[in-house]
């Protein structure tokens, strides 16, 4: 038998070394605002240069007073701090606040703290944190990109330079995670600052599937900081001249929006704008009808709805006419162009007689037959647009634990069409675009149908991407954002027999 199994220590050792939090053995404090810690200097001495610098045989000194040196958002996560240079924080879940499923493998480290503690890392010359802490967010900067930027928008006056790499990083996921962030982290998007806000909306590379959608984020925006009034539309505007601040943050988010994108979704969407007078006023007010959307379209400035509806006008009569449009000043500095399209760097420009549409995609996220459809474009003589269930179509039955992706190509008549009409033998496709650049990872399906009035408009797959067929592959059909995109042709030569 050897000899560590036949004897054993009689006595009662310590079995771990000392802890920040008893104060045993300490001898030396750290001050923080009204707080004290006693703390030991061995540690301290050993973790951080700022501190080892402090401890030098210069200073009579038996404390360090933080309170000037470490910035003031640090201060909530000081115990993390000391968690980190005692290397504690493991086994002691319930003692940190801020531990979650999202901490590092020493328990120290989450999204909720991670920045600050980089900061503080800095100050401080804390390396192996500093270092970790860059690690961390490298790791999770993809999908928790929104925390670590707002996390240094609470910093006041300038960011130190590798606060500044952070957020400049962050800001840039959440563009590209926009339409994510709005289906998964509304809140966090609803308490960003108004300044961060408009930064971003008015960004081309806004990652967002329909302009309506971020108009209605936008006016939920302006309720909850109430930037918009809930009274009638006569009464705010005499509040616009009572209260000219929230006036100008309201008109300013309203400027961001493309507004030539949203009239454009208005009509993909069966409900284009009517116009209505305004009770005691001479002007004309957009209305629109969206369903679920809430948007109340009367509190939105009307000049920006009329400015894209005459940019879409004149593109679609003259060019000529659309280029001194372009020239021309536009109210508050709209922005007449579209955002840039969302799709991996492979994949081909999208052709005349093609739409796509990318939606954000998890298996289980999109409700049983809700419907995403695409932009309008025409393809010989009939114009068509490509309707998406990200949940699958109501009218199939899908196993529990598993999911369906329905696509169809959708014909839009037009008014010049008699009222019976038939497109014969004409040829289209459907097909998932892979994130991943895989040449031989491809899901498309491909048909010929003759589309009529009487009830044969639309044609397509109900069983368009299922777990089955896709199985382990499906990351590589996604974005690292989590997108799925899809992209429908049809045939121009084919398009021809109608209608």
């Known amino acids: 038998m050897a000899l560590a199994q036949q004897v054993k220590f009689g006595g009662s050792g310590r079995s771990q070394p000392p802890s920040w939090r008893e104060g045993l053995f300490s001898n030396w404090t750290v001050v923080l605002g009204d707080r004290r810690f006693r703390l030991h200097k061995f540690n301290l001495a050993r973790a951080s240069a700022f501190l080892e610098g402090a401890m030098a045989e210069a200073y009579e000194s038996s404390e360090s007073d933080l309170t000037e040196v470490l910035p003031k958002p640090c201060w909530p996560y000081v115990e993390d ?19 979650d499923k999202d901490g590092d493998e020493d328990g120290v480290l989450s999204k909720q703290n991670v920045v600050h503690l980089l900061a503080a ?3 401080l ?6 270092e970790r802490a860059i690690t961390f ?9 929104l925390a670590f930027w707002r ?4 910093f006041e006056g300038p960011l130190s330079p590798p ?8 800001r840039e996921a959440v563009l590209k995670g926009f339409e994510r962030y709005l289906t998964t982290e509304m809140d966090t998007l609803l308490c960003l600052p108004y300044y961060a806000l408009v930064g971003l909306l008015r960004e081309d590379m806004l990652a967002v599937r329909a302009e309506l959608i971020l108009a209605e984020f936008v006016f939920l925006y302006g309720k909850t900081h109430k930037l918009v009034s809930d009274t009638p539309l006569e009464v705010s505007k005499k509040e616009e001249v009572d209260c000219p601040v929230k006036s100008r943050k309201w008109r300013d988010l309203c400027a961001a929006l493309r507004w030539t994108q949203i009239e454009v979704d208005s009509q993909v969407c069966d409900c284009p704008f009517s116009w209505q007078q305004s009770d005691g006023d001479s002007s004309f007010l957009p209305r629109l009808d969206m369903g679920k959307l809430s948007v109340e379209w009367g509190r939105f400035p009307s000049e920006f709805f009329m400015v894209g509806m005459v940019h879409n006008r004149m593109q679609c009569v003259s060019k000529s006419s659309h280029a001194e449009l372009m020239q021309q000043k536009v109210p508050c500095g709209l922005v007449l162009r579209g955002r840039n399209p969302v799709r991996p760097d492979h994949a081909p420009p999208l052709l005349p007689y093609q739409v796509e549409k990318f939606v954000y995609f998890a298996p289980g996220n999109w409700e049983r037959g809700r419907i995403i459809v695409s932009n309008m474009v025409d393809s010989g003589l009939l114009r068509f647009r490509l309707r998406l269930f990200p949940g699958g179509d109501l009218e199939f039955d899908i196993p529990q634990g598993t999911w369906a992706v329905s696509a169809f190509v959708d014909l839009v008549p037009q008014v010049h069409w008699p009222e019976t009409w038939e497109f014969k033998d004409v040829q289209y496709s459907i097909k998932c675009v892979p994130w991943q650049g895989n040449g031989q990872l491809e899901f498309k399906k491909q048909d010929t149908f003759t589309f009529k009035s009487a009830g044969a408009y639309n044609r397509g797959w109900k069983w368009f991407l299922t777990s089955a067929e896709v199985g382990s592959q499906l990351n590589e059909l996604l974005s690292p954002e989590g997108y799925l995109l899809i992209r429908a042709e049809v045939v121009p030569a084919s398009a021809l027999q109608g209608p």
Request: with cysteine.
């Open 163 to 170: 606060l500044e790499k952070v957020a400049a990083v962050a």
């Open 81 to 99: 701090l000391f968690d980190a240079i005692y290397a504690e924080g493991k086994d002691l879940p319930n003692v940190r606040s801020t531990q």
């Open 121 to 123: 890392a800095d100050t």
């Open 125 to 130: 010359g804390v390396q192996v944190l500093f």
């Open 137 to 145: 967010l490298d790791r999770r900067m993809c999908f928790c990109g």
């Open 151 to 154: 996390a240094c928008l609470s």
